[in-house]
């Protein structure tokens, strides 16, 4: 129930009550869910999607660059820091976290060092989205293809 809006409760994202998501009966929160699925040579080569209310957008986006555009390999798309942006307020929100693995996330102070040169407010996130990513490996076009030869003399 804590995704719907109620007019008269700011959500725990900070956004305003939006009546097309108020508490009616039959009726299903709106999502940002964001999935993408990839075809290959009409084959499912993988998808991508994530979980995090108002982060999830920029989250799967910004997996689908690291991996489809920077050359990323799956986890470390997944895995590399990410960074949110809400309009209001005006401020760059980056992860700084340490996962269940041990693992710390956070940008490199090069990263941030960048973001504010150019006028951005930064803040530490403790989380974020999370993200699934799986990636399929592909058959070859022609391996399930028998090849018959009628040899007719």
């Known amino acids: 129930m804590g ?9 725990s994202d900070s956004l305003p009550p939006s009546p097309s998501n ?18 290959k040579d009409e084959q499912l080569a993988g998808v991508l999607g994530g979980s995090g209310g108002m982060y999830i957008i920029p989250a799967v986006a910004q997996v689908f660059i690291n991996y489809f555009i920077l050359g990323m390999d799956p986890e470390d ?26 693992d710390h996330i956070e940008h490199a102070d090069n990263r941030k060092k960048f973001l504010e040169e150019r006028g951005h407010k930064l803040e530490p996130k403790v989380g974020g989205a999370i ?7 592909l058959k070859k076009p022609n391996e399930n293809r028998k090849l018959s030869y009628d040899h007719q003399s």
């Open 131 to 137: 993200c699934q990513f799986i990636i399929q490996t």
């Open 77 to 102: 798309a997944v895995q590399s820091p990410r960074v949110y942006h809400k309009l209001i307020p005006n401020v760059v929100y980056y992860e700084n976290w340490t996962v269940i693995d041990g």
């Open 22 to 39: 108020f508490i009616r009966p039959n009726k299903r929160p709106l999502s940002s869910m964001t999935p993408i699925i990839f075809l």
């Open 3 to 11: 995704d719907f809006s109620v007019p008269t409760k700011i959500s």
